[in-house]
C-alpha cells in the first residue's frame, strides 16, 4: 500500500518560549508524519484496513485494502453484498481497531470509569471483561500457552491479584487463570504488570483464538507419545505476531494432547490435535502423528469430529492456522448463535472444509481411514491429584485439589514458594481446575504435603471432590442463572457427609447455556436455570447424565429439569446411591450405568435410593 507522506497534516505543536523551537518543530513535523505513514503501511490502524485518522491513502470503502486484515474487511464485504446484515459486534471491529485503544483506556482508567457500548466488548481484546451487572468491576483473563507459569509468575500474579484485584484469582477449565473484582483506574496498572511477568491478557476474550491448552504433564508423563509444549508455545507466539489471526467471526479453541495419562478434553474444542503411534505396515510412515479434529463444541451439543487426516508434529501450526484462516472466510458474521466452527462445517460439510483447508495449507493432507488409526490408550481423568512417578527418576508430581478452582493470593504466593523450594519452578494448570507442581524429588514428598497443609490445600479429594466443577457462576458472571461454585460445594459436603462414594465420578455445575463448566460431558451435569416457585422464581438446575470424555466421549442427556438448587445436593446423593446399588460389577462406571437404563427407569431408581451412610 502507497502513503503520501505529504498528505499527512503536520502535527499542532505548542509555539513561543514555552513550546518548541521551529528546528524542534520541523523535526517533530518529519518524525509524526513519518510514524503516520508507517503505522498505515504496516496496517496498524483499526481493524479491517480502515484508513488512519486525517490519511487520505485509503477511503473507507476502498476494496481490495492491502494488509494482513484485508480478508477480514473482504468477508465481511461478501456477507452485505449477500444481503446480510452485520451484527454489532462486527460493526464494532470494523469501526476500530481493539488494539489502539490504549489512549482511551488511560483515560477511562484516570477517569475511573467503565467502557459503555460497544467498547465493552473491545475491551475484551487486551483480556478485560466488565462483568456488570453481576459485579461492578472488571475481571481479567491471561494466556498460558499449555496452562504452564513459572514460580516467578505465579507469585507476581498473587501480589498484582492483592493489590489491583480482589485479592484471588480462578483457574478456569482452559487451564488458565482469572483475576476479579477489579476497578476501572486499576486496569492499565494489571495490564502493564502482567507484561512485566512475561505474560499478556491480549486477546483473551471476545473473538479470538483462546488459551492454548496441551497435555499438564507434557515433558514429564511416563505414558505419553509426545511433549506438546513446544507445539503449543509455537502456536500462541504465532498467533500473538500475526494480526490477522484476532477478529474472528466468533472465539476459537484449540488443544493438543500428547497421549499421556491425563486427558486435555481435545474433543470438546473447534480444532483437536490427538497424538496416536503409527506403527511399521500401517497405513503411513510408523512414528508419531496427530489426528485432526474439528468442531468440538458441547455446549451446542457437538463432540470434535475426526476428519481422517494425520499430520506431523512439525506441521500441526501451519495446519491449525490455515483451518483458522478458512473459518475467517466462510464464519457467520450476522448470527452470534451460529457463528461457530460446528455451523460452517454444518453448512459447507465436513468434506469440503477439510479441502479449503487444504487449498490454504499449501499441499497435500495426508488421509487415513479413521479405523486404521489406533485409539488413544487410556487416560483418567482424575489421574492428576496425588503423587505420581515422573519419567525423569526419582522425580515425582503432585496434583493439588483447587476446591472449585479458587485460589487465595496467599495460597498462590505459597504454591509458587512450594514449586520453587521443592520443585523446578514450574506450575501447571489443568482443564480440570485443579494444578500440578512438578518435578519433586521422591524423598521431600513428606515435606511438600507440610508445606500444602500449611496453605490449606491438599493433594488428595474424595472421588466427588475430584470431579466437581464449577463455572464462574452468577456471583461473577451476567450469564450465569445459579450460583454454581456456592452450589458445588454444597454438594461435596453433603455427600462426603452422608456416603462413601468408591469410584471417581465427574459432577459439572454450568450456569448458562455457553456450558464454560461442560456439564454435557460430564457423569452429572447440572445446568443453572431460574425455576418457577411460588410466585416467583430460585436458582435451580436442570439435571444430566451419561456424558463422557477421551476415548469415552459422548453428549449427555437430559432427564430432569427445573430442580431448585437448595434440593439438588440430596438428589445428587439419591443419583450416587442407586448407581451404586445397582451397578452391573463394582467397576460399572457411572456413566455406563446410567447409559444402559430408560430415563423413565433411572428416575425411578434415584427416587427410590437411599445413601448408604458415610
Known sequence: MSVDVASIPAPVLPAGPEGFTEEQQTYLQGFVAGTGAARVAHGLYPLF???APAVAAAPDDAPGLAGPLAFHREAQDRTVAAGGKLVNEEKAKRAKNPFDMW???QANAAAGVFPKGTDVFLYKFSGLFYVAPAQDSFMCRLRLPGGILSAHQLSGIAELAGTLAGGYAHVTTRANLQLRDIRPESTISLLEGIAELGLTSRGAGAD???NITGSPTAGIDPLEL???????RELYHHILNHRELFGLPRKFNIAYDGGGSIPVLEETNDIGFSAVRLPEGGPVEPGIWFRFL???ITGHRDIARDTGVLVRPEDCTALAVAAVRVFIEHGDRTDRRKARLKYVLDRLGLDTFVAETEKEFGRPLTRVSPETVPARATSHTHHHLGFHPQRQPGLCYVGIAIPVGRLSAAQMRGLAEIAGAFGSGSVRLTVWQNLLISDIPETRRDEVRAALGDLGLSWTASAVRAGLIACTGSSGCKFSASDTKRHALAIG?????IMTVDQPVGIHLTGCHHSCAQHLISDIGLLGAKVPQGDGEVEGYHVHVGGGCGAEARIGRELIRDVP?????ALVGRMLAAWQMGRASPDESFRDFSARQSDEALIALFHAAAPAAA
Not at 565 to 569: F, I, L, N, S, W
Open 565 to 569: 438448587a437448595e434440593q439438588v445436593p
Open 294 to 296: 474439528l468442531g468440538g
Open 493 to 497: 459436603d453433603h455427600i462426603d457427609a
Open 226 to 232: 509426545i511433549d506438546t509444549r513446544p507445539l503449543t
Open 49 to 51: 484496513g480502515l484508513a
Open 103 to 105: 489512549d482511551e483506556m
Open 208 to 210: 479470538n483464538i483462546r
